[in-house]
């Protein structure tokens, strides 16, 4: 019998599965979102009392400025749809959102792919932007990235919904859960009547469309 000298090699142990990463873009939204608001906290301990009410009228959303009005600057009546997203009404509205996106967007990214994921965010921003001008003509200001957030939730509803059935398991569960946000989302437009429902809801049905159009292949 003879014996192979050479060393063998151990065997290869791969990495736990850990929950998916969020797309860099994505954090990149969130760090600005948060820098904006620490900018709006810190600016009236620099002397710039009014910091937040000017940051209102230049990127916040504006309905009556979209059916027509004169915007502040040249390209406002576009530039809302972006800048209104980064604007928040304090740190709980922005913690808010942030943790929501973060719990969603990392089940997105693994069912849908970094680049659906970011179609779904940018299209559900503006999709709740154009709902909420729809259903309040004359209202303003509107801000927070509540309308992309549920953008997002609705199309993971749709990809958990889609990948269970073809798993052929049920659907219960996830249909349980919607209940329960649907409730939340209208138990907190009656008890905080500020809350722009109208950019939720026009969100939630732009991710949901789009989930369905997209449907679940990764990028």
């Known amino acids: 019998m003879s014996l ?9 142990v791969g990495r736990p599965a ?18 904006v608001e620490a900018a709006l906290w810190i600016a009236p301990l620099l002397g710039f009392a009014d910091a937040r009410q000017i940051a209102m009228f230049l990127g916040a959303f504006w309905s009556p400025l979209f059916w027509g009005g004169a915007g502040i600057y040249p390209g406002q009546v576009a530039a809302m749809f972006l800048t209104y997203g980064l604007l928040h009404g304090g ?5 808010m959102n942030m943790i929501s996106l973060v719990a969603v967007g990392r089940e997105v990214t693994r069912l849908m792919g970094p680049w659906r994921f970011a179609v779904v965010y940018a ?18 200001p509107m ?6 957030v ?3 939730a609705g199309a993971l509803v749709v990809q958990a919904g889609l990948t269970l059935r ?17 409730g939340l989302n209208v138990a907190l437009t009656v008890l905080m009547p500020s809350i722009a429902w109208e950019a939720h809801l026009g969100g939630a049905v732009t991710g949901i469309v789009l989930a369905l159009v997209l449907g679940g292949r990764r990028v």
Request: with cysteine; charged share 10%; glycine share 10%.
């Open 143 to 148: 801000i927070g990235a509540s309308g992309a």
């Open 150 to 152: 549920f953008g997002v």
């Open 91 to 95: 740190p709980l509205h922005l913690a």
């Open 18 to 35: 850990g929950p998916p990463r969020l797309p860099f873009w994505a954090v990149a939204v969130i760090a600005a979102c948060c820098l």
């Open 166 to 182: 073809r798993r052929q398991r049920s659907t219960r569960p996830l249909v349980r859960a919607v209940v329960l946000i649907l």
């Open 123 to 140: 299209a559900s921003q503006i999709g709740g932007a154009l709902a909420f001008a729809w259903l309040q003509p004359q209202a303003g």
């Open 4 to 12: 192979d000298p050479r060393p063998v090699p151990f065997p290869r």
